[in-house]
């Protein structure tokens, strides 16, 4: 199902329909991320924009595309300065994220063992990518945030999920180091135009 027709978008979703069509989830998010960073250097997809758009208080999630036969969706995140995300995981969906435009800190996480019903977590690694980077989320090692870190530029992520990124959980700091507390959220969409 096509969300907005943009320069490329053919060319993009064949990228990712045969990155699917690959036997191993490894496989699928190494062609992705291969796929990703040729199509984003190569200029050759241009996306609407109405995702160079910020939100207020917030980054804005868009989606471009969801496969009705493979079952993937792809999202823009808009990342106005300074804007990011708690820890938080993708519900056991594979990812691929790639940077469009701007600059991304992405920090990941590793599970440790829980302490008394509370989350702890360790970080275990850090990028700043930049424009035509790409990286890859496989759970069990999906827990990360993303902060855009500039002051006054805006930031845009490309997100190829495995399904329908529709909830995910985060994880909020507590007083005793490493522990967290966890709540589902919701995912909102904001209109393409």
Known sequence: MLTLEFPG???LIDAIDEAVSKPTTPEITDSLRNSLCKLIRGKEVTLPDCVFETAEGRYARRELYRSDEHGYCVVAMTWGPGQGTPI???CGMWCVEGVWSGALEVVQY????????QWRFAPVGSIQA???SAGSLIPPHEYHTIRNPSDDS???SLHIYSG?????AIFQPMEQPQCYSR????L???PVH
Do not use: I, Y
Not at 164 to 168: D, R
């Open 188 to 190: 909102g969409l904001d």
């Open 183 to 186: 709540t589902d959220r919701q």
């Open 9 to 11: 978008c053919r060319k």
């Open 154 to 156: 805006v930031a845009v």
């Open 110 to 117: 590793e599970r440790l063992s829980d302490a008394d019903g």
């Open 164 to 168: 329908n990124m529709t909830h995910c």
């Open 88 to 90: 938080h995981d993708h």
């Open 130 to 132: 930049g424009p035509g």
